[in-house]
């Protein structure tokens, strides 16, 4: 079951450079950065409200944001929904037949699980799925 939206994910060049641009805009400062190896991406997050901010930057040529960034200027690139089971979720819309970019939720940034479908086969928009991690499931 999808639970809420989580996150909203925004692609930047430099999160360095965009940090403050950000934080004077929600009067609110990034309280995580990470890099998550697998996706090749750089992330931080800034809550604003109830809600959350992921900024992302690329950390190689191969990564997604690279890509992404090489045909746009940057700015809103994928929504995140948390769920309360990932697998089942991903099982679900695997046979309702949404396109998935990973077949198994993988490790993401912020303590996640992550999974995103392909924008193909979601009428445009890159969907990411989330999960908590915990003990109960962790792999
Ligand atoms: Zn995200």
Same mark, same amino acid.
């Given at each position: ?63 997604? $944001? @690279?890509?992404?960034?090489? %045909? #746009?200027?940057? !700015? ?10 990932? +697998? ?25 699980? $992550? @999974?995103?479908?392909?924008? %193909? #086969?979601?009428? !445009? ?10 003990? +109960?499931?962790?792999?």
């Amino acid at each position: 079951m999808i639970k809420k939206i989580e996150h909203l994910g925004i692609a930047v060049k430099s999160i360095e450079a965009t940090l403050p641009i950000y934080e004077t805009l929600f009067s609110a400062e990034f309280y995580k950065e990470e890099i998550v190896e697998s996706e090749g991406v750089r992330t931080a997050f800034i809550r604003v409200g109830e809600s959350k901010i992921e900024l992302v930057e690329a950390t190689n040529e191969d990564s997604p $944001i @690279a890509k992404f960034l090489s %045909k #746009s200027k940057g !700015g809103f690139h994928h929504v995140a929904f948390e769920v309360d089971d990932l +697998d089942a979720e991903l099982e679900r819309l695997a046979a309702e037949g949404f396109q998935l970019i990973h077949q198994s939720p993988k490790d993401g940034a912020d303590n996640k699980r $992550i @999974a995103f479908l392909h924008p %193909k #086969s979601t009428a !445009g928009l890159l969907v990411e799925l989330c999960q908590e991690k915990n003990d +109960d499931n962790e792999i």
